[in-house]
C-alpha cells in the first residue's frame, strides 16, 4: 500500500522554526513531484509549496514567500519544508501530497488534482 508519512511538527513560538519532513512507503518517493498542503482550523486546504522530481521546479503560496523553504534529499528519500519567522496564522495540519500522474517536473498547489495525501502533522505557533 502506497502511503505518505509527515512528521517534525509541533508547537513553537511566533518567529520560531520548524522543518517538516515527508516520507513514503511503498512506492519511490524520488520520481514524484511533491506538494505541502496545510489546513488551518476552520479553514479550507490551500497549497503551501511544492517541489518537482528534480527538485528544478519550485513553487511557494505568496503567504509563505521568503519565510518557507521547500527541498528534497534523494539519498534520504524525504521532502522537507524547512519553515522559519513562523506566524500564528501558520497553525494548523501539515500534508505531504501527490499526484501520480503528472509529469514529475511539473509541480502543482491545486488540491483538488491530488491523488495521495498523507496523514497530516500538526503545527501550532502560539506565545
Known amino acids: 500500500q502506497s502511503q505518505l508519512v509527515e512528521s517534525g511538527g509541533g508547537l513553537v513560538q511566533p518567529g520560531g522554526s520548524l522543518r517538516l519532513s515527508c516520507t513514503a512507503s511503498?512506492?519511490?518517493?524520488?520520481?514524484?513531484?511533491i506538494g505541502w498542503f496545510r489546513q488551518a482550523p476552520g479553514k479550507e486546504r490551500e497549497g503551501v509549496s511544492c517541489?518537482?522530481?528534480?527538485?528544478?521546479?519550485?513553487r511557494y503560496a505568496d503567504s509563505v514567500k521568503g519565510r518557507f523553504t521547500i527541498s528534497r534529499d534523494s539519498a534520504k528519500k524525504t521532502v522537507y519544508l524547512q519553515m522559519n519567522s513562523l506566524k500564528p496564522e501558520d497553525t494548523g495540519v501539515f500534508y505531504c501530497?501527490?499526484?501520480?500522474?503528472?509529469?514529475?517536473?511539473?509541480?502543482?498547489?491545486?488540491?483538488?488534482?491530488?491523488?495521495?495525501w498523507g496523514q497530516g502533522t500538526q503545527v501550532a505557533v502560539s506565545s
Open positions: 501530497a501527490l499526484v501520480w500522474r503528472l509529469d514529475p517536473e511539473i509541480c502543482t498547489l491545486a488540491k483538488g488534482r491530488i491523488d495521495l
Open positions: 511503498g512506492f519511490t518517493l524520488d520520481r514524484y513531484a
Open positions: 517541489i518537482s522530481s528534480s527538485g528544478g521546479s519550485i
